[in-house]
């Protein structure tokens, strides 16, 4: 089990480097699809590991809410910017992008590591340091990529590191709480995508990196 | 029953405001008459917690203590204000024919409103995480109201680093549900918090600590992560904007001060450190920033970010004086920044520019918007005898009796610069020569109900606090410790 897990973990990072590497939005979102089912499955070992049908529950709402309705939300407001045949606009080459990434993969385990030297327990030392890698390569690519779906997705890649790492260390959390929580990211991805449109349509890009109005001089 | 009342009559308020009718009148009052009510109730729960009367709750999910008590207060009277305030200036911006515009935008102000209120009494701090997290969804589009390009700009730049910043708050917060976990005792909640702290490993503690403090200082608009303040308090609608200033930063803030206790016991020294370094830095970047802002609601934005600092600085210097004295900074703050809000609306409406260059001579365009200016900027620069000036004092009192020189000379440094950065900024569009014209209509009766309203605590704080506010702002700062 601890295998299979660790396998779940291994691909989840690789998810999170992939969202920074692929070229074209709708790599990113399906990218985005299979992480969320990772982040799932490890929440399904863990469960039942644990005998937790709390964990159980929280694996069927990211299924349903991460890997179901937020993608179809997206492609509703946004189908045009998904289907475009272009390229994502990058600060950094993709290359300069990954090496960076490595190094904050490194950092994720150095922050992680006097946490788990008090905990004894063989999950959280697989997914805390891989949660907190995902979450900080989530931030990574908001700062990288310049357009507006790209930055969404990395939100939400930030908010699956987060609960990778929950699953291990708090799986007791009260239901209401993961409740209210898949609520919250779908809020998340609803607010981001309108507004994304209303850009879309106001603007006439989604270039939100190009957008410098509003600074000091 | 009274703090499940408070959560409900927003959200009635806003159903209100979906009913489909030509006048905007029905959502703009319903929404007036709801925030007077949550104000009433806060106001009773506060009031009788300044006499020792416990606020009855829902255990393990809804309670208020002394400093729940304050910003509930605090978000009440600015929520209040700013709706009577939206009446006028909604109508006034949106035109006669905008009966849906202003009903969507009334629907959004009692969301907003709702989730703030809910922040401080909610007792879970997985679900306070959330309330703070739909503070900044749910107000999204409001900042966005205008519709111009700006306000995209500045609406997606606010939900892109808030929305950043509330993911690593939410590993700081699983963590300290893990270190809690080990112990295995009493809910997870501030309280239950605050009697475990002294037995959860201290490493968790500090590690949860740096997490919440850089995610929830994100959305306080702390340096370095302040850059979205400035646009997105800057472009929303100005009754808007006077609740983003004045009240929703504290909100962020109130998760972040509530950590003070337990940090208590092992690692004291370090988070009183962190929060002086943090908020030192944001003081002087805001304070030189200010001195070259061309947008007269960018002048008070930065100002929110100062003023973030220094409550900040406050609850790091610690004792009794200290935390006292940070509970008297947020709540001048809040009931100061407001109204220099409330004063630039009024002089957005009479100028249609929010250019400080454009603007001259404005008390002769519009006696009331440039006396109101005049007073807000005064106010919150910290001139005697306003709120501000006091808590500014207490602060430099405190630290001076905490024997840190430093600290008090840089405190005294940002400060100064920043009075001086508003002064030129206010004196001369109040009292400049020249580009005066007179105003085109007379401001909006509402709108000047609410500056004679929230002109009142600005000056009366001043100098005289009434003894039960008093009582609640030291049970206040008791929720830190002493």
Not at chain 2, 38 to 50: D, E, N, R, Y
Not at chain 2, 75 to 95: D, H, K, N, T
Not at chain 2, 174 to 198: D, N, R
Not at chain 2, 431 to 451: E, K
């Amino acid at each position: 089990m601890i295998q299979l897990n660790a396998l779940a973990g291994g691909l989840f990072l690789l998810t999170a480097f992939g969202v920074l590497a692929v070229r074209q939005v709708i790599g990113c979102l399906r990218l985005f699809v299979i992480q969320s089912i990772l982040l799932a499955a490890s929440a399904c070992i863990l469960g039942y590991e644990l005998a937790s049908i709390h964990l159980l529950v929280v694996a069927g709402i990211t299924l349903g809410v991460k890997s179901i309705l937020i993608p179809w939300l997206l492609f509703r407001v946004l189908s045009h910017e998904i289907h475009a045949r272009r390229e994502i606009t990058q600060v950094l080459n993709i290359p300069t992008s990954l090496l960076v990434a490595a190094a904050i993969t490194i950092f994720a385990y150095f922050i992680a590591q006097p946490l788990l030297e008090i905990s004894s327990a063989a999950f959280s030392r697989i997914n805390l340091p891989i949660g907190m890698a995902g979450l900080l390569l989530g931030a990574y690519a908001i700062t990288v990529r310049r357009e507006a779906l790209p930055q969404v997705l990395g939100i939400l890649t930030m908010e699956n590191g987060a609960f990778f790492a929950g699953v291990s260390i708090a799986p007791n959390l009260p239901l209401i709480a993961e409740l209210a929580a898949a609520f919250d990211v779908l809020i998340i991805a609803l607010v981001m995508g309108l507004l994304a449109r209303k850009i879309q349509k106001q603007v006439g890009t989604t270039l939100v990196g190009k957008m410098a109005t509003l600074k000091e001089e | 029953m009274e703090l499940l009342y408070i959560l409900a009559i927003p959200l009635i308020s806003a159903s209100l405001s979906m009913i489909r009718t030509s006048t905007q009148k029905i959502a703009a009052g319903g929404t007036i008459l709801g925030t007077l009510a949550v104000f009433i109730l806060a106001w009773k729960a506060a009031w009788g917690l300044g006499h020792g009367i416990e606020v009855p709750g829902i255990t393990g999910w809804l309670s208020c203590d002394g400093f729940s008590a304050l910003i509930l207060l605090l978000v009440s009277f600015v929520g209040l204000a700013a709706a009577i305030f939206s009446w006028g200036y909604i109508s006034e911006r949106v035109g006669d024919s905008g009966g849906k515009r202003a009903r969507q935008y009334y629907r959004r102000y009692n969301l907003f409103l709702l989730s703030m209120l809910a922040v401080p009494i909610l007792s879970q701090v997985a679900m306070v995480w959330i309330a703070v997290e739909l503070t900044t969804l749910l107000s999204v589009f409001l900042v966005s109201f205008e519709n111009t390009a700006e306000a995209m700009e500045a609406a997606w730049k606010y939900v892109v680093l808030t929305c950043m910043g509330a993911a690593l708050a939410l590993v700081g917060v699983l963590i300290l549900y893990w270190g809690q976990s080990f112990i295995a005792t009493g809910p997870f909640t501030w309280a239950g918090l605050s009697e475990a702290s002294s037995r959860i490993q201290p490493v968790f503690l500090k590690t949860a600590f740096l997490f919440i403090l850089i995610g929830f200082g994100t959305k306080a608009g702390l340096a370095p992560l302040h850059t979205w303040l400035p646009d997105a308090h800057s472009q929303a609608p100005s009754p808007v904007c006077a609740l983003l200033s004045g009240v929703e930063t504290t909100t962020a803030l109130y998760a972040i001060l509530r950590l003070i206790p337990l940090m208590d016991g092992v690692s004291k020294d370090n988070s009183s450190t962190w929060f002086i370094v943090f908020g030192l830095i944001s003081m002087g970047t805001a304070a030189f920033l200010l001195i070259q802002v061309k947008d007269y609601k960018r002048l008070f934005a930065f100002s929110t970010i100062e003023h973030m600092g220094i409550i900040l600085v406050a609850a790091g210097l610690g004792g009794e004086a200290g935390y006292l004295a940070s509970t008297y900074q947020v709540m001048a703050h809040a009931v100061t920044k407001s109204f220099c809000f409330f004063a630039a609306g009024a002089a957005l409406l009479m100028t249609s520019t929010r250019e400080i260059s454009s603007v001259r001579g404005l008390i002769r365009t519009s006696p009331i918007a440039g006396i109101s200016l005049m007073i807000g900027g005064l106010a919150i620069a910290g001139a005697p005898p306003f709120a501000v000036f006091l808590s500014e004092f207490s602060i430099f009192r405190a630290s001076l009796a905490e024997g840190r020189y430093g600290v008090t000379g840089l405190l005294v440094l940002f400060i100064t610069i920043a009075f001086g950065g508003i002064m030129v900024h206010v004196n001369r569009m109040v009292f400049g020569q020249g580009l005066t014209s007179p105003a085109p209509r007379p401001l909006p009766l509402t709108c000047r109900v609410t500056l004679a309203m929230t002109v009142i605590p600005v000056f009366l704080l001043g100098f005289y606090v009434p003894e039960p506010l008093h009582n609640l702002l030291r049970f206040a700062a008791a929720c830190f410790g002493r």
